[in-house]
C-alpha cells in the first residue's frame, strides 16, 4: 500500500539541496562555536600531571550520506577526557518515521523516538594480551521534548517539511533508562610498508567483542581496520550509537583512512519496543530481527592538535519489511582538540 505524504508548497519547503547546503552550514557553525568558546576552558581542563585533556564533538546526520529524512535522522555526542583511563559522554539520539507529516499513530512505519543520555567509561590495558578493554555505564531519558524542539527548529531553519507525530514517539513526555557494556578490542595485525618516514604506513585490523544490558541488550563481533602513519591501532577500533573510543590527539599531522563491519545479535532495543510506558507505537520481539549488520569507511585529517573525521556509515534494517524496515545510510562529521598540557 501506498503512503500518503501531503504536498508541502514551495513557500514553506527550499529545495533539497539548499536544505542540505543550510543543515551542514548549521552543524559547522554548532562545531565552530564548541571549539572556539572550548580553549576558555583549558587551563581548568588540566590534569595534575600536566598531561592534556580532550575533548571531542560528534555530529550525525543522515543528509551528510544519504539525502533522507527518516530511521536515524540525526545525532550528537560530546565527549571529555579527564583522565587517560576516563572518559565522559553526553549525546542525544533521534529517530523518525519516513512520513513526517502524519500526526496520528502508524503501525507500518518505526516509531519517533530519541534518548538522551550521559555515559561514563573506564579503560584497561592488558599488558600481557595488549587488549583493551572498556566498560561503560549509561542513564538516559527516552522520549524527551527536547529532540521535539531541535527538529523542528532545524526543519524550520532548512525550510524542509516539519515533523508532526511526536506526540507518538516512544515513551512520550520522559521514561528513565540505562545501559551498562563491556568491550574489549584486541590487535589481530599490524603491518608496516614503505621506508620509515614520511611515506611509511601502518595497517592495523583490530577484533571487537560486545556485550550490553539496558535498553539496548545486544551482544556483537566487529573487526576494523586502519591505514595510517601511527602504529596506536586503537584509535578507531570503537564505535557505537552510544560511545565511542576518540583516541588523544597528536601534536603531529597526517591523514588516515578506516572501515570495519559489526554484526549484532540483539534481544531487547527500547527505541522501538518501548519500555515501562505505554507508547502509541511499538514492536514485538517477533516483529524484529535478532540479527544486526552494521560497516563503515572514513577518512581523517589531523593537524596541530585538530583530528577531523568523516565516515559513510550503514545498518541493515532491525524491523521486518512487512512493518515499515529498511536499510539506513548515514554520515557523521567528528571534531576532536586536545586542550592544556605541558
Given at each position: 500500500m501506498n503512503k500518503h505524504h501531503p504536498r508541502i508548497s514551495e513557500d514553506d519547503r527550499l529545495s533539497g539541496a539548499e536544505g542540505l547546503l543550510i543543515s551542514v552550514a548549521l552543524s559547522?557553525?554548532?562545531?565552530?562555536?564548541?571549539?572556539?568558546?572550548?580553549?576558555?576552558?583549558?587551563?581548568?581542563?588540566?590534569?595534575?600531571?600536566?598531561?592534556?585533556?580532550?575533548?571531542?564533538?560528534?555530529?550525525?546526520?543522515?543528509?551528510?550520506?544519504?539525502?533522507?529524512?527518516?530511521?536515524?535522522?540525526?545525532?550528537?555526542?560530546?565527549?571529555?577526557?579527564?583522565?587517560?583511563?576516563?572518559s565522559t559522554q553526553f549525546g542525544l539520539l533521534m529517530y523518525t518515521p519516513d512520513n513526517?507529516?502524519?500526526?496520528?499513530?502508524?503501525?507500518?512505519?518505526?516509531?519517533?523516538?530519541?534518548?538522551?543520555?550521559?555515559?561514563?567509561?573506564?579503560?584497561?590495558?592488558?599488558?600481557?594480551?595488549?587488549?583493551?578493554?572498556?566498560?561503560?555505564?549509561?542513564?538516559?531519558?527516552?522520549?524527551?521534548?527536547?529532540?521535539?524542539?531541535l527538529q523542528k527548529a532545524v526543519h524550520r531553519a532548512t525550510g524542509s517539511e516539519r515533523p508532526r507525530g511526536f506526540d507518538q514517539q516512544i515513551a512520550d513526555g520522559g521514561e528513565l533508562t540505562a545501559r551498562a557494556g563491556w568491550t574489549r578490542f584486541a590487535p589481530v595485525y599490524t603491518g608496516v610498508s614503505g621506508a620509515a618516514g614520511a611515506r611509511q604506513r601502518y595497517l592495523s585490523v583490530v577484533s571487537e567483542t560486545q556485550v550490553s544490558a539496558g535498553y539496548l541488550t545486544e551482544a556483537s563481533l566487529g573487526i576494523n581496520l586502519r591505514l595510517s602513519r601511527q602504529s596506536q591501532w586503537w584509535g578507531d577500533a570503537a564505535d557505537d550509537f552510544v560511545t565511542q573510543l576518540d583516541e588523544p590527539v597528536r601534536a603531529n599531522s597526517g591523514r588516515y583512512w578506516f572501515t570495519g563491519a559489526r554484526i549484532k545479535?540483539?534481544?531487547?532495543?527500547?527505541?522501538?519496543?518501548?519500555?515501562?510506558?505505554?507508547?502509541?507505537?511499538?514492536?514485538s520481539r517477533s516483529e524484529l530481527r535478532p540479527?544486526?549488520?552494521?560497516?563503515?569507511?572514513?577518512?581523517?585529517?589531523?593537524?596541530?592538535?585538530?583530528?577531523?573525521?568523516?565516515?559513510?556509515?550503514?545498518?541493515?534494517?532491525?524491523i521486518k519489511p512487512a512493518n515499515g524496515g529498511r536499510d539506513q545510510v548515514y554520515g557523521d562529521i567528528t571534531v576532536s582538540r586536545a586542550l592544556g598540557g605541558r
Amino acid at each position: 500500500m501506498n503512503k500518503h505524504h501531503p504536498r508541502i508548497s514551495e513557500d514553506d519547503r527550499l529545495s533539497g539541496a539548499e536544505g542540505l547546503l543550510i543543515s551542514v552550514a548549521l552543524s559547522y557553525l554548532l562545531l565552530v562555536i564548541l571549539f572556539t568558546t572550548a580553549p576558555a576552558f583549558a587551563a581548568a581542563d588540566r590534569a595534575e600531571d600536566g598531561t592534556a585533556r580532550q575533548w571531542t564533538v560528534a555530529l550525525d546526520n543522515d543528509l551528510y550520506a544519504a539525502g533522507s529524512d527518516r530511521d536515524y535522522t540525526a545525532g550528537f555526542r560530546v565527549t571529555t577526557w579527564r583522565e587517560r583511563d576516563s572518559s565522559t559522554q553526553f549525546g542525544l539520539l533521534m529517530y523518525t518515521p519516513d512520513n513526517l507529516q502524519r500526526s496520528s499513530a502508524d503501525r507500518t512505519d518505526r516509531p519517533y523516538a530519541n534518548l538522551v543520555y550521559l555515559s561514563r567509561s573506564r579503560w584497561q590495558m592488558n599488558a600481557q594480551s595488549d587488549a583493551l578493554h572498556r566498560t561503560t555505564v549509561t542513564i538516559g531519558l527516552l522520549g524527551s521534548p527536547l529532540a521535539e524542539a531541535l527538529q523542528k527548529a532545524v526543519h524550520r531553519a532548512t525550510g524542509s517539511e516539519r515533523p508532526r507525530g511526536f506526540d507518538q514517539q516512544i515513551a512520550d513526555g520522559g521514561e528513565l533508562t540505562a545501559r551498562a557494556g563491556w568491550t574489549r578490542f584486541a590487535p589481530v595485525y599490524t603491518g608496516v610498508s614503505g621506508a620509515a618516514g614520511a611515506r611509511q604506513r601502518y595497517l592495523s585490523v583490530v577484533s571487537e567483542t560486545q556485550v550490553s544490558a539496558g535498553y539496548l541488550t545486544e551482544a556483537s563481533l566487529g573487526i576494523n581496520l586502519r591505514l595510517s602513519r601511527q602504529s596506536q591501532w586503537w584509535g578507531d577500533a570503537a564505535d557505537d550509537f552510544v560511545t565511542q573510543l576518540d583516541e588523544p590527539v597528536r601534536a603531529n599531522s597526517g591523514r588516515y583512512w578506516f572501515t570495519g563491519a559489526r554484526i549484532k545479535a540483539r534481544a531487547y532495543n527500547a527505541l522501538l519496543q518501548g519500555q515501562f510506558r505505554s507508547s502509541a507505537v511499538t514492536y514485538s520481539r517477533s516483529e524484529l530481527r535478532p540479527w544486526v549488520a552494521e560497516a563503515w569507511a572514513g577518512v581523517a585529517t589531523r593537524w596541530r592538535g585538530w583530528d577531523i573525521k568523516y565516515a559513510v556509515r550503514y545498518q541493515s534494517a532491525e524491523i521486518k519489511p512487512a512493518n515499515g524496515g529498511r536499510d539506513q545510510v548515514y554520515g557523521d562529521i567528528t571534531v576532536s582538540r586536545a586542550l592544556g598540557g605541558r
